[in-house]
Each structure stands twice: as structure tokens, then as C-alpha cells.
């Protein structure tokens, strides 16, 4: 049934659909309305789930996690700093390859201080062993929240939902709300092999020396990679459903002739669509490459999607600082050994919600034609704001 | 490979049975009938000899029972069980992290809440991650309300790093992060009062209990699995490696320390005292520092300094044995000396 909802209310009904057993939550800006929504959901019977009101989003991430290892869907939401605080809790839901899902509202993380949408948080555990999800409307977001329950189970990872901060989880938007008898039928129950049962007690989470650690991690890697074609898989299935994809790895748009493409995650996707439909003209076509796994990476199909290119923008929402951007570095390692590989130009943009207009279109598309400019930059840096000996 | 069968035959064997005061038993039970066996933590892990720990662990296991499920917070008790690929325990058991053995148990409880399982959930932690660095899990889980027994083994350092303080060693015990050392009489601080804060949160049950009275600590644990709600028993557990004391001494160092009146043993119900162990001619507390090479500074008689921890000690065992009453009468089939003479099974009392 198509809605006008806003963002995070459209999410805790995607949730409250997949029915999970457990949900646990601590609010921060800006995921508090997904939290909200779902407390009311539970308040008023419309959702049935143990709802666990913790005390810090490390007791979230760890109650999801003894909730999935006891054999429970289990879901839990963040952002920023929450997703920081829960760091140690990521890497060892992963590393215990426990299925659950988290939404994270992109945010900065603080210092300074910014209630407002980058991608610094999940990029700060992108080594986690999760996999990324990005999200360019609320509809996607949506569609792939339901979607990555069943990545789950299929996968035994974890998947990390990543939806703009405001941007998406603060904006009104006419969403297809699938039914219940839709997702029931479409999601298969929680079925979790490796649970923590009495009538077969098993041990996990143990001390493992320097005789098996390679393996484990080299097992997490090969399951992560093995979980592309699952990912892709699902959108798919979704879609026949449904009619609506979300783009599954990732997906080409624009003009396929272009010589010109420009990479990006999330909903810089959407401001880059816009952008090329009202400046195209003056400014020349391009192929956009809406990237939507981010782990595990689609090498793969990057280099498909890059062929005949001879630039390529890739836009960062996050930096590394003393390196520069990190999709930005991450693309250019996966096209390293291309014969034709197209020039790199990468661009940190929106830092802490800084806002991205739709000119930013014709403004990176006109940076490519400077000669000496650097491999990366903050694009939208106002340097006359700064000490000059801090530019 | 699941077992049912085998399962619903250890539950009615070792199953919680619920308390029923009111009903006399018609047949009474052995001693032996009262306390089952059921081995949920088996030999063979790597614990060194004498360690209070795996002897505290196995009991509690025992009186637990084998409907459970154990999330066990990072420390000694996590690593000499599990090297990996070998395990000791015989119930499902998962280590998570240092910090948030309380919340996992949290996740577990309410993942059997929405199945409508009845298998109960307990959570073991050391002081470390207990009194430290897992407190505002464990206080989050306690104001949630949570089915989940808590057990913390006491070993009053983080033994498992290599003995340093944590805010459970004793004021002026010696660790690694504390020592004795010429401008120093070892930690400068005094064990943190734990079982008050845990009691300060009103919750059905809490107790202290010791690895020296183990028909004491069983009995604990038992009333803990039969309460639905949060409850939690620190449990006094000599590590004779951070203590330093020879490892056969491990039950006599704990029973000094409960004589002495440093380690009372008192149970808490919804926040108020509602029984203590009575000692029954409580010791000096030298008797219990001069067994253990923590406390060898304080044993220098021509030190003043060592005089006065000394009495600082004497003084903090005085107070507890004021504040909760632990002063018996003699000949209390309960207190320290009448539950010190138990055969397995319980107290020796009356005649039996
Ligand atoms: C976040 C974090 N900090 C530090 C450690 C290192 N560490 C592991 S076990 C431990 C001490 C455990 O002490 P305690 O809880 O008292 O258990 P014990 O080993 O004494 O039984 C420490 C400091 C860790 N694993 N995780
Ligand atoms: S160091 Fe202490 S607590 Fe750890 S295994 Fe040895 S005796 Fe037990
Ligand atoms: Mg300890």
C-alpha cells in the first residue's frame, strides 16, 4: 500500500513486519525515531517482540547478540556515536558469524560535535566483518531492510542497514509498504542452526590460539565474498515480488556512453540524479554508479560497470584522515590491475551535512578538467574559514 | 545431534524443582537426594591446582542443573575452559566479551521469553568484570528484571591478565598494578561494597557465598534458580597463583577469610538483610593475611606501616561483623563451625 511516511516510521514497520523476536534499542539523533516508533508499535500490540530497553548501545548490540545466539530474530538500531560504543560488540558478532540486522542513520562522529549526516560511523567499522548496505531513498531502505533478514539467515552474517541521517530518516516520502502476507510468505522463519540449545549443548566463543586463527578469519572472508551472489540473489527474489529492486550489488544509471562516471552510496545517489537531469546539458552526461554493497565489496561488478570509462568521480561522505577518501582508495585498488582503467578522481563531500546541492553535478564534472588537481579532496572545503596555517 | 529424551531425563533428575515450604515432603530425602550432581562443567580445563574458580564454577553448575544457558564474560574462568577445540561445559555456553556477559544474558533471556522456553539464564563473570569494567551491564540487567541468575567469581584481581587491582581486591592486598614497594603498603583503596549496590536495586535475591561452605553456596544457588527474576551470588574464590598461598590451601584461606569477618557471608532479599552465616569464634584477621603472599608486607612486625594496614584490616572485619550480626552464639548448627562440618550433601545437623 503506497504512504506518505517519514523515513523512520517507514523503517519500524518494515521491521515490526519481519516479526523479530527480540528488539533491542538506545536512542541518539538521528535513529530516535526508529526506536520511538517501534516502542509504540509495541505499545500498542501492533508488534509483538521482546522489546529490551537497554541502558547503552553496548548492551543493544549485545542483547541482539545473545538474542540471535539463542535462537531469536533479533534486531537493533543506531548511529554516530552509538555505532562507536559499539564497536567491540560489531566485531564479535561478526567474528561468532551470528545473523542480525542493524539499521544505522548515518552521522559524523564527534569531535566536533554534529548531530548531522556523514558516513563516518559506519566506515569507522567497516572492517567489522559486517555486511554494508547503502540506501538511497526511504523506499530502498525499506525494501532492504526486509530484505537483509533474509540475507541473514541465508548468509550467518550480520548485516548493517545504512540509511542517511535526516536525509532520509527525518524526510516524508510516499512509500510501497509491502503487506504482512507478502514479507510472511517471502521471509522464511528464524532458523538458526548454530544456536545455544540445552538438548545440545555446544560451546562458543572460545580461546583460539595461532593454529587456527588464520583459518577462521580466511573462513569469515570466503563467507563474506560467498554472500555477494546471496545479496544479489535477494534483491531479485524481492523484485519479483514486489516489482521493485534496489539495486542489488550495485547498478549502473544515466548514459551508458558517457566517458564520465561518478560512484557514490546512499542518497548523494538521488541529489547526483537530480543534479545530472537539470545540468547534463551544460555540463555533460555521465554514467552514475549507485554502489549499495559496500561489504563485502563487488569488485567484480565494479569492473564491469566501470568499462569504457575514462574518468571516474567516486564520491566520499566520509574521510581517513592522512590518507584521503576511502571508497575513493577502495576503488582505485579494485581497478589497479584494469588495462583501461579510467582516472580516479575522489571527492570527500556533505562532511557532517554539510548540505550537497544539486550544482555539485556540474561543479565535479568541471573539476575533472582541471589537469593539476590532487587525487582526493574535500570538495566542498571553504578554505577562507580557516587559519591560514590550517588549510 | 539433539536429545531430548536424555534432556527431559536430566531435568526431572536435576531439574529446578519449585520451593514449596508449606508441603512437607512425604518421603524425606537423602542428604545425597537433596543435593544433585549433574556435571555441567567437567575436568579437564586448564585451571591450576587449587584454583577457588573452577571449584566455585563446578559447583554452582551442579546445583544449577542442566537447563540452562551461560553467557561467561572474558577472564580465567572463560580461557581455562575453552582452548578451542576442546570445552569443558556440558550446557550451552557462549563467551561474547569482557564487559557484557549481563547483556548477552539479557539477549538469551528474552530470545527464550519469545520462544516460551522455561531454560533458565545465568551469567558468570570474574570481579573484573563484574565490580569494573561489566557494572553498568550488570546494573542495566538488574533494573530490567531479567530470569537470570548472575553468578560473579571473586578472586578480587583480574588474575586472568596477570593479577592486577580491580576495585574487589582488598585495601592493601599486593597485585601487579598495586605493589608493595617502599612508598607504597599495596592497593590504597578498599574493596568496593558491591552486594549493597546489587541489593540497592531491590532485586528478589543477592548473596555472598564462599568456596570453603559449599553446602552453603549450593543451597544459594538453588533458592537463586527457583526465584523469576534477577538474582545474584558473588562468590568468594581463592586464586592461589594472584593470592599466593599453597594450592591445597585454597578452602582454608576461604574459610579464614569468612571467620576472620572480611568475606560475611549474608543473603539479601528485595534490598534488605534476610540471613547471615554466624561465626562461630571469629579469628584474628592476621590469620588470614599471614597465609598469602599478597598481604607478606603487612606482615613485617617492625614496619609500622604494616602495623597499621594491619589494623585497618582488623577494623574493616570488625565493622562487619558489627553491621550485620555476625557475632554467633555458640553451637549454631549454621554458622561458620557447623557448616564447615558438612558431608557432601549439607549441613551435618542434628544428629544426622
Ligand atoms: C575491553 C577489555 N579490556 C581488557 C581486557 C583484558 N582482560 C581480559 S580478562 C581481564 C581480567 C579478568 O579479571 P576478572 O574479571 O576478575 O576475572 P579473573 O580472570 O580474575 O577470573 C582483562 C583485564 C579485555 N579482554 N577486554
Ligand atoms: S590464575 Fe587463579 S583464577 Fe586463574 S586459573 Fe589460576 S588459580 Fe584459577
Ligand atoms: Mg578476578
Known amino acids: 500500500m503506497r504512504e506518505a511516511l517519514e523515513g523512520s516510521l517507514a523503517i519500524a514497520r518494515a521491521v515490526a513486519l519481519c516479526k523479530p523476536d527480540v528488539v533491542a534499542a538506545y536512542p541518539i539523533t538521528p535513529q530516535t525515531h526508529i526506536v520511538e516508533n517501534l516502542s509504540r508499535l509495541v505499545a500498542e500490540g501492533e508488534m509483538h517482540t521482546e522489546f529490551v530497553s537497554v541502558e547503552s548501545e553496548f548492551s543493544a548490540a549485545s542483547v541482539v547478540l545473545g538474542a540471535a545466539a539463542a535462537g531469536a530474530r533479533a ?50 567499522v567497516r572492517d567489522s566483518g559486517w555486511i554494508q548496505l547503502h540506501c538511497v531513498d526511504n523506499q530502498e531502505a525499506v525494501d532492504t531492510t526486509i530484505q537483509a533478514f533474509r540475507i541473514a539467515q541465508e548468509t550467518e552474517l550480520p548485516v548493517m542497514v545504512c ?148 574518468h571516474l568521480i567516486v564520491i566520499d561522505r566520509a574521510i581517513s584522515p592522512g590518507l584521503g577518501g576511502i571508497v575513493g582508495t577502495e576503488v582505485a585498488a579494485v581497478l589497479a590491475d584494469m588495462a583501461d582503467r579510467p582516472r580516479i578522481h575522489n571527492h570527500a563531500i556533505g562532511l557532517g551535512g554539510r548540505d550537497i546541492p544539486e550544482t555539485i553535478y556540474a561543479d565535479l564534472m568541471a573539476a575533472i578538467r582541471d589537469p593539476d588537481a590532487p587525487a582526493f579532496s574535500v570538495f566542498d572545503v571553504d578554505l577562507e574559514k580557516l587559519a591560514p596555517e590550517d588549510r | 545431534m539433539t536429545d531430548e529424551t536424555r534432556l527431559s531425563e536430566l531435568r526431572a533428575k536435576f531439574g529446578r524443582v519449585p520451593p514449596a515450604p508449606d508441603e512437607p515432603s512425604p518421603k524425606p530425602l537423602t542428604l545425597r537426594e537433596k543435593q544433585p550432581r549433574f556435571e555441567g562443567l567437567v575436568s579437564g580445563h586448564r585451571a591450576c591446582q587449587g584454583c577457588g574458580e573452577a571449584l566455585a564454577a563446578r559447583l554452582v553448575m551442579e546445583s544449577a542443573g542442566p ?19 576442546q570445552s569443558a561445559w556440558h550446557v550451552p555456553w557462549i563467551h561474547s566479551l569482557f564487559e557484557n556477559a549481563p547483556a548477552v544474558a539479557s539477549g538469551m533471556e528474552a530470545a527464550m521469553k519469545a520462544q516460551g522456553k ?40 583480574y588474575m586472568n591478565t596477570g593479577i592486577q587491582r580491580s576495585s574487589s581486591t582488598p585495601h592493601a592486598a599486593s597485585t601487579t598494578t598495586s605493589p608493595a614497594g617502599k612508598d607504597r603498603m599495596g592497593k590504597r583503596h578498599l574493596k568496593k561494597d558491591l552486594l549493597s549496590i546489587i541489593a540497592a536495586h531491590h532485586v528478589p535475591y543477592a548473596a555472598s557465598a564462599s568456596v570453603a561452605f559449599p553446602a552453603d553456596l549450593q543451597r544459594k544457588v538453588r533458592y537463586a534458580m527457583g526465584i523469576e527474576g534477577p538474582t545474584f551470588i558473588v562468590v568468594h574464590s581463592p586464586c592461589p597463583l594472584g593470592w599466593k598461598h599453597a594450592s591445597a590451601l585454597t578452602i582454608e584461606v576461604a574459610r579464614r577469610a569468612v571467620e576472620c569477618g572480611l568475606f560475611p557471608l549474608v543473603e539479601l532479599e528485595r534490598g534488605s538483610l534476610s540471613n547471615v552465616m554466624p561465626i562461630r569464634s571469629p579469628r584474628p584477621v592476621r590469620d588470614y593475611l599471614e597465609v598469602q603472599g599478597r598481604f607478606a608486607h603487612l606482615m613485617k612486625d617492625k614496619d609500622p606501616r604494616a602495623e597499621k594496614e594491619r589494623d585497618h584490616l582488623q577494623a574493616l572485619a570488625d565493622y562487619n561483623i558489627a553491621t550485620f550480626g555476625l557475632a554467633g552464639a555458640a553451637q549454631d548448627a549454621n554458622d561458620t563451625g557447623g557448616a564447615a562440618a558438612v558431608g557432601r550433601g549439607g549441613p551435618l545437623v542434628g544428629g544426622m
Open chain 2, 67 to 85: 537447563d540452562v544457558m551461560v553467557a561467561n564474560a572474558t577472564g580465567c574462568l572463560e580461557v581455562f575452559t575453552t582452548p578451542w577445540p
Open chain 1, 75 to 124: 534486531y537493533t538500531a543506531t548511529a554516530s556515536q552509538g555505532v562507536l560504543l559499539m564497536a567491540e560488540v560489531l566485531f564479535n558478532i561478526a567474528g561468532l558469524r551470528i545473523p542480525l540486522v542493524m539499521t544505522v542513520a548515518n552521522r559524523a562522529v564527534s569531535a566536533p560535535l554534529s548531530i548531522w549526516n556523514d558516513h563516518g560511523d559506519s566506515m569507522a
Open chain 1, 163 to 310: 540509511m542517511d541521517g535526516f536525509v532520509l530518516t527525518h524526510t516524508m516520502e510516499i512509500i510501497d509498504m509491502p503487506s504482512q502476507e507478502e514479507v510472511a510468505g517471502w521471509l522464511p522463519p528464524f532458523d538458526f542452526a548454530r544456536k545455544l540449545d540445552p538438548t545440545d549443548p555446544k560451546s562458543f566463543g572460545m580461546l583460539v590460539t595461532p593454529e587456527y586463527f588464520a583459518e577462521i578469519r580466511h573462513a569469515h572472508h570466503a563467507a563474506m565474498t560467498r554472500a555477494l551472489p546471496v545479496i544479489d540473489q535477494i534483491d531479485r527474489d524481492w523484485a519479483a515480488l514486489t516489482g521493485r529492486s534496489s539495486g542489488g550489488l550495485l547498478e549502473v544509471e544515466g548514459d551508458p556512453a558517457a566517458e564520465v562516471g561518478i560512484l557514490a552510496m546512499g542518497s548523494t545517489v538521488g541529489t547526483l540524479r537530480a543534479g545530472m537531469a537539470a545540468h547534463a546539458e551544460a555540463a555533460g552526461p555521465a554514467r552514475i554508479i549507485k554502489l549499495r554493497a559496500f561489504r563485502p565489496f563487488p569488485a567484480e561488478a565494479l569492473r564491469e560497470a566501470v568499462k569504457g570509462l575514462k
Open chain 2, 118 to 157: 522455561k531454560t533458565k539464564v545465568l551469567a558468570f563473570g570474574g570481579d573484573g568484570g563484574t565490580y569494573d569494567i561489566g557494572f553498568q551491564a550488570l546494573s542495566g540487567m538488574l533494573e530490567r528484571y531479567h530470569n537470570i541468575l548472575y553468578v560473579c567469581y571473586d578472586n578480587e584481581a
